[in-house]
């Protein structure tokens, strides 16, 4: 990857690649998460916390083969009776519904089953070996016979075997191979040497896709939203043009819902229905509820809430705040830390003025009143319901219910004095040219 960051760390999505890994352990209802890490340990295990508290984190301080690294997980596994998944931290698009075949496989009566892909030109990929319909053998590919070379059937490394079996099976696995590692891939070769039935469950050479470049992850992302993009609409939402919508790993998209040219979902954003997201928007952390017009060219950062018929216009950013039903913030406006009741009106230029260097305040607005452009709201303030506040006004104290505040210095207009002020600075910078 060419990066101080642990390859699983990359970002896919909005989320790191382990973290697809988990979300998949998740959705199977895994009893135990074990992350086997090595480099950049403490960053991976605060990356896998993040994302499931409850993982496991082992260490693997010497890179011994696939094998090696599955065997540091033995002792977390202490105990527990059911079968192992084995996943990779860079495998992002293994799902739910392919390890639900290789759990029937095991029902079947297979007693480890592997995870393969088809592709035309395997190269360096290992093989799998089917023999009378059953998997006999997981061949690396430096390890590979010229025959076993036109084998498609490729290993993915994703295998699932039951707990005290999978164990028994990596202490008999030796290095002697080209490479001098420990390969998980022997525990086939292995259990049938032991009279074991084994057997692979086929998936497309996209879901095993692996990550292990820089371009290798652009090609994934590009995957990503290709299916995002697609799951959207089949499900009602309109994309008028969907290569430049870019989705995060957990977008929720409604019926009805319109999404405009160039807008980027960051992660924990819910558009409900009949929304309409318009052009160059970046929403990362919100809640846009029916109706609602967001853009364009709109900011929402988390925290942001964004009622039914709300409207957040052009050059907006909205965080950490509340727009009631109804609401307007139309233009070049920023509404952070602050609550904005029903029908209220935000006019061009607003800003909550909300951290003072150290501590953020709450701004609170009622319901139908009405900012005018240019007001600063120095919190903690409050405006109350159906009251108004003058154009250009700097508010710092309460105004109550129904009341209009006006609070900006008296206007003094200096006869010609603008004419004498040009001419002088006129003189100045022409004094400055001779120089």
Request: glycine share 8%; with cysteine.
């Amino acid at each position: 990857m060419q990066s101080d960051l642990p390859k699983v760390l990359h970002p896919l999505a909005g989320a790191p690649m382990l973290a697809h890994s988990i979300f998949c352990a998740q959705a199977i209802n895994a009893q135990k998460t074990i992350i086997v890490a090595g480099h950049g340990s403490d960053q991976v295990t605060a990356a896998a916390k993040k994302y499931d508290e409850d993982a496991q984190i082992v260490l693997q301080t010497a890179q011994n083969g696939t094998g090696h690294a599955v065997d540091q997980a033995r002792d977390a596994l202490s105990g527990f009776d059911g079968d192992v998944y084995v996943l990779y931290g860079d495998t992002p698009f293994i799902t739910p519904e392919i390890l639900d075949q290789m759990a029937q496989k095991r029902t079947d009566g297979a007693s480890v089953v592997v995870l393969g892909f088809d592709v035309p030109a395997p190269s360096n990929y290992g093989r799998l070996v089917i023999k009378d319909g059953a998997l006999d053998a997981i061949v690396e590919a430096k390890d590979a016979t010229p025959e076993q070379q036109e084998i498609r059937l490729c290993n993915s490394g994703v295998i699932c075997a039951p707990r005290d079996l999978l164990f028994d099976l990596i202490s008999e696995i030796t290095n002697d191979n080209a490479s001098g590692e420990y390969y998980l891939t022997d525990v086939v070769s292995l259990a049938r040497a032991r009279g074991l039935s084994c057997a692979a469950v086929e998936c497309t050479a996209q879901d095993a896709m692996g990550v292990n470049s820089r371009r290798e992850l652009a090609i994934a992302e590009a995957h990503f939203q290709d299916k995002a993009r697609a799951s959207a609409m089949d499900n009602g939402a309109t994309l008028l043009d969907p290569k430049t919508v870019w989705f995060s790993y957990d977008t929720h998209v409604g019926r009805d819902v319109v999404i405009e040219q160039n807008v980027v979902f960051g992660p924990g954003v819910t558009v409900e229905t009949d929304a309409h997201i318009r052009a160059f928007s970046h929403i990362e952390g919100a809640h846009i509820s029916q109706h609602v017009v967001v853009g364009p060219y709109a900011r929402l950062r988390p925290g942001a809430e964004l009622a039914d018929g709300a409207r957040v216009g052009n050059f907006v950013e909205i965080k950490n705040a509340a727009i009631g039903e109804g609401a307007k913030v139309n233009h070049l406006s920023y509404i952070g830390d602050a609550s904005i009741g029903d029908a209220a009106n935000i006019g061009a230029g607003t800003i909550t003025c909300n951290y003072d260097g150290y501590f953020k305040h709450h701004t609170e607005i009622g319901a139908r009143a009405f900012i005018g452009s240019n007001t600063m709201l120095v919190a903690p303030v409050r405006v109350g319901d159906d009251a108004l506040t003058g154009s250009g006004s700097v508010i710092t104290r309460d105004v109550a219910d129904g009341d209009l505040a006006l609070a900006r210095a008296t206007q003094a207009n200096k006869t010609g004095l603008a004419l004498k002020l040009m001419s002088k600075l006129k003189a100045a910078k022409a004094a400055l040219k001779k120089d």
